[in-house]
């Protein structure tokens, strides 16, 4: 397969922020999870990553990662040493933190990303190519943080 003959591994990652920190009037209000959402989470990212690692049994390098944080954040992230973002398109009707929204990942990863759309069939390809100039002016950082 091409992809063992470079040596291509293949990365699953899956965050959710269970209760995202709320900031209103100067306050912010942090939510630590209970063990029940922590072992619910837990149960759906199981599914999740065992659907995702059969689909890709025919390759000899693939990974599950997950994390209780936001998608975008988690995403951004662990997209620092990867060649390829791919995506599922922006759903409406999740929660904002439970999104891995693409207009936030194309800027902040400085890596290229492909969004599939929802209604794509198997796509049968011979080769593939995707080219990527690896230079400042191709690529986009997320600001400094802004620490005191």
């Known amino acids: 397969m091409p992809a063992d003959r470079f040596q291509a591994a293949l990365i699953g990652i899956a965050g959710l922020a269970l209760r995202p920190t709320f900031a209103a009037g100067g306050v912010v209000v942090y939510h630590e999870a209970t063990a029940r959402e922590c072992r619910t989470v837990s149960a759906r990212f199981d599914d999740v990553g065992g659907r995702f690692r059969a689909k ?6 693939v ?33 904002g933190h439970e999104l891995a929204d693409p207009d936030v990942i194309l800027l902040r ?11 794509v069939g198997p ?8 080219a990527w100039k690896d230079t400042r002016e191709c690529r986009r950082q997320a600001p400094p943080d802004c620490g005191g």
């Open 123 to 130: 796509l049968q390809l011979r080769r593939a190519m995707i």
């Open 109 to 119: 990863a400085g890596r290229p990303v492909l969004v599939v759309p929802d209604a």
């Open 63 to 95: 990974e599950w990662r997950t994390a209780l944080e936001l998608p975008y954040e988690l995403v951004s992230r662990e997209a620092r040493a990867a060649d390829l973002i791919i995506l599922g398109p922006r759903h409406t009707g999740a929660n």
């Open 56 to 61: 890709g049994q025919h390759l000899k390098q």
